[in-house]
Every structure is written in structure tokens, then in C-alpha cells.
């Protein structure tokens, strides 16, 4: 015989399943930004949390399953169920989170988190002990496989892709995906007579269907509890409530702040500074102006296999490459993790501006200016940091195309008409550099880097 299910439980699985996706992906997509010192930690969590929400809402399906004869659970398989769950998608999550997502690590992460899925769906059926015999229609387990799978590599690209589309998205798709697979499952599962009897319950210490639904409506509250207050703002120390962290929305950085120069291009992952010591702290996640974001910030770079930070003060220009951008620091190309708008919401529009869909520039870097049609583009003479430290020796000039929706808005900062606003003091009480009005460059043919 199948196994019908009762639609309340069912739906309470889904509830559960997606609060424990939403706390726990919430935590991974900070893993990139956050201090190496706190990294494990944020990792254990959001693998832990992920953990309860799958399990507690597999343990909730089979609640609803309404079995023809009383049934009780087998401890040991219950807690290893639960011990692969939290080690598989640990290991999922750390692969997605490192570096670049590309397509190979994005595959092997999906096995990853959708094998450990399944495995901690039969683990838990094989805790299933009463009178009655178990069969698995391989269709079945094949198709709850591929759905977890799929679904899996779906949600960690959402969260880990560069997109960053809001967090309830990549929640749902990971609440989806950990159901569906459940729910096709179970739909293979025909029960029978049972073949042999029942082990003496010395020799398998079990729980029954009442205390494991106590259990179970416990994990559910604990997973509940820290769903609700990730939704809940702080209250900053001037008493003003601060917006709920939800990764992804936010343009406030997360991870550290510098002070002096940063150079971007040491291949030893440290920071050189000629002025004062690097200082690593935790920003207040609250709201903040624009500018005080970036006199306090950096941008996250990665060369060569290193994390490092560009300061702000070096950052020349910023290219959309798919869903990362490329920093350029006036001597070469970084990659940077991540996207166009996210790059935008952490500059200081007072020294930056949006000219293109695929490009953000440094106004005070502009040296000069071409008309293509009902377009232009600018450009940038590349040279090296302020202190010095490194030289460009090619001479090109870059060249940074402005969109023609945005050329009369360009043309009209450069040409003084917004220059009230510009001059105005940041929130530090220091003015940003003003570029100038910029002379026609003659001829074409200048070489494009950008």
C-alpha cells in the first residue's frame, strides 16, 4: 500500500523547511565578506541552522505519513541522520563560499548538499521501525535525487552567484528543493507485511511517534526563534531602529576597515601600510551615509588565489564582468566578487558615478572626454597609487564608455552645474576631490582598457 499524508503536517514541513533555509543561507552569503577569525564560526552556524531546518522538516513528513500500524524511530539512525545533514551541507556551503563561484564548484557543491539530502532522508527511514516492511521504487529515488540535486545547485547559485537576488528567493527554491525531494520519495514508498520481527527494544533503544514529535516540535521552535530574529532590526546606539541584515540588499560592508593605504596587489594576503597599523574590526551593520561608506570601507578583491581588500581612495574605475566586476586601481584589472549595484551602493556617489550599465567611475580620475554619436566616452590616464609604491609604465589611456541616457547627466557634472552639491563636506568633514571641465580629446583610436 502507498502512504497518504496529513495536509496540515505537510504544510508545517514547508513552513519549517523554509525558516531553516532562510537563517541558514542568510548566515552563508556573509561568509565571503567576513573576517578569517570569525569565518569557522559563521560557517558552523549556517551549517547547523541548515541542518535543523532539513531535518526537523523530514522528521515533520514523516509525522504526517499516516502509517496503517503504530511505528517507533531506532535512535541511533535519527542522530546520524542528522550528523550527515550538518557535515554534508558545512562542506556544500564552505566549496560555494570560496572564491569565485565557478561552474565545476558550483556542480560539485549541488552533489554535494543534494547526495546528503537523500542519504539523510533513507538514514531516516531506515530509523522506521514497526510491523510493517518498507520498498523503494527506484524511479522514485532516482527522481528525488536529480529534484534535490537540481533544486540545491539552484539555491546556492542564487545565494553565492553574484546576482544576489533577494534572500527570500534563494529560501524558497532550498525549501522547495529539501520538500520535493522528501515528498517524491515518499510517493515511491509501498509498505507491506512485515518479513521478520521486530528487534527486543534492549538491543535498539527506540523513541515513539509521541516523543519524537516532542523532539521534533522543539527543533522546529529553536529554528523558528532564530528565523524571527534575523527579521528583527537592532537598535543602534543613538536609539534608531536599524534595518534587519538581510545579505544581498544591503550596500554596508560587513568585513573589515582600513586606515592608510591597502595595497591590493600583495600576493601574500597581508596589507602594507606606511602610515598606521591595519586595523581589523567588525562595522556596525546600520544604516550609514554613502559617503561614510566609503571613507570606511574597501572593496573585496581576489588575485592569484588571495583575498585581499582595495582601499576605496584607489579604486579608479569598476567594469560588470557577468555577475562580478573587474576594479581597476590605475594599474591593472582586479577581480572583484562582487556585483555592478553592490559595488555602486558601497561607493560615494560624490566621487563616483554610474555611466553605464557595465561601468562606474572615479570623476576626479577623468582626464578627458570624447562625443560618439549620441554617446561619449571618457578617459582615464592610468599612473600609480598615491604613495607611490607601484608605476605604470605602458602609458595607455582607458577608455570608459558612457551610455547616451547618461551623457548629458555626465557632461553636466564635469561642466559645473552640479558642483554645489559636489563641494559639500562628507560626513567626516572633509571635502571629496572635484574634477574639472574636461577638454575634447582629439582623434580616436586611443586604446580601451576598461
Known amino acids: ?37 570569525d569565518r569557522r564560526k559563521l560557517l558552523a552556524a549556517s551549517a547547523l541552522t541548515l541542518a535543523l531546518g532539513i531535518w526537523s522538516m523530514h522528521f515533520v513528513g514523516m509525522l504526517a505519513a499516516r502509517l496503517p500500524v503504530t511505528v517507533n524511530f531506532l535512535v541511533l539512525p535519527t542522530l546520524v541522520s542528522f550528523l550527515v545533514c550538518v557535515l554534508v551541507v558545512g562542506l556544500a556551503v564552505m566549496a560555494a563560499s570560496q572564491g569565485r563561484l565557478s561552474v565545476v564548484r558550483l556542480a560539485l557543491s549541488a552533489l554535494v548538499m543534494g547526495a546528503g539530502i537523500c542519504t539523510m532522508h533513507y538514514l531516516g527511514m531506515y530509523a522506521l521501525h514497526g510491523a510493517v516492511a518498507m520498498q523503494h521504487d527506484p524511479v522514485y529515488v532516482i527522481a528525488s535525487f536529480l529534484v534535490a540535486f537540481n533544486a540545491a545547485g539552484l539555491a546556492l547559485w542564487l545565494s553565492f552567484g553574484g546576482r544576489r537576488p533577494p534572500l527570500v528567493r534563494s529560501a524558497t527554491v532550498q525549501a522547495l528543493a529539501i520538500s520535493a525531494m522528501h515528498y517524491i520519495a515518499m510517493a515511491g514508498l509501498s509498505l507491506g507485511p512485515a518479513l521478520s520481527p521486530m528487534p527486543a527494544p534492549s538491543l535498539a533503544p527506540e523513541l515513539s511517534a509521541g516523543t519524537l514529535a516532542i523532539v521534533v516540535a522543539c527543533v522546529a521552535f529553536l529554528v523558528s526563534g532564530l528565523f524571527l530574529l534575523t527579521l528583527v532590526p537592532q537598535q543602534s546606539a543613538d536609539g534608531s531602529p536599524e534595518r534587519p541584515e ?86 591593472r584589472h582586479l577581480f572583484c566578487p562582487l556585483s555592478i549595484s553592490e559595488v555602486e551602493r558601497r561607493l560615494d556617489a560624490a566621487e563616483f558615478m554610474r555611466v553605464h550599465r557595465s561601468h562606474i567611475v572615479r570623476l576626479s580620475r577623468v582626464t578627458g572626454q570624447r562625443r560618439q554619436g549620441d554617446s561619449g566616452v571618457l578617459l582615464l590616464a592610468p599612473s600609480g597609487h598615491p604613495d607611490g609604491t607601484r608605476k605604470e609604465t605602458r602609458g595607455e589611456t582607458v577608455c570608459v564608455p558612457v551610455s547616451r541616457s547618461r551623457w548629458a547627466q555626465v557632461r553636466s557634472r564635469f561642466d559645473g552645474e552640479d558642483q554645489g552639491n559636489m563641494a559639500s563636506p562628507t560626513s567626516s568633514g572633509h571635502h571629496t576631490e572635484q574634477p574639472t571641465r574636461l577638454p575634447e580629446a582629439a582623434g580616436a583610436g586611443l586604446p580601451s582598457r576598461a
Not at 597581508?270 to 597599523?277: A, D, I, L
Not at 551615509?289 to 585581499?308: C, F, M, N, Q
Request: zero cysteines.
Open 246 to 331: 538581510v545579505p544581498g540588499a544591503s550596500g554596508t560592508p560587513q568585513a573589515w576597515t582600513m586606515r592608510g593605504h591597502v595595497d591590493p596587489l600583495q600576493t601574500d594576503g597581508t596589507f602594507s601600510n606606511q602610515h598606521e597599523p591595519f586595523a581589523s574590526q567588525t562595522m556596525p551593520r546600520r544604516v550609514v551615509s554613502s559617503s561614510s561608506i566609503a571613507e570606511r570601507s574597501g572593496l573585496p578583491i581576489e588575485r592569484d588565489g588571495v583575498k585581499a581588500v582595495v582601499a576605496v581612495e584607489h579604486v579608479y574605475a569598476v567594469q560588470a564582468d557577468a555577475h562580478y566586476t573587474k576594479v581597476f586601481d590605475g594599474v
Open 1 to 37: 500500500m502507498t502512504v497518504s499524508h496529513e495536509p496540515w503536517l505537510v504544510m508545517l514541513s514547508l513552513v519549517v523547511a523554509f525558516q531553516g533555509s532562510f537563517v541558514g543561507l542568510s548566515l552563508a552569503v556573509r561568509l565571503r565578506d567576513t573576517a578569517l577569525e
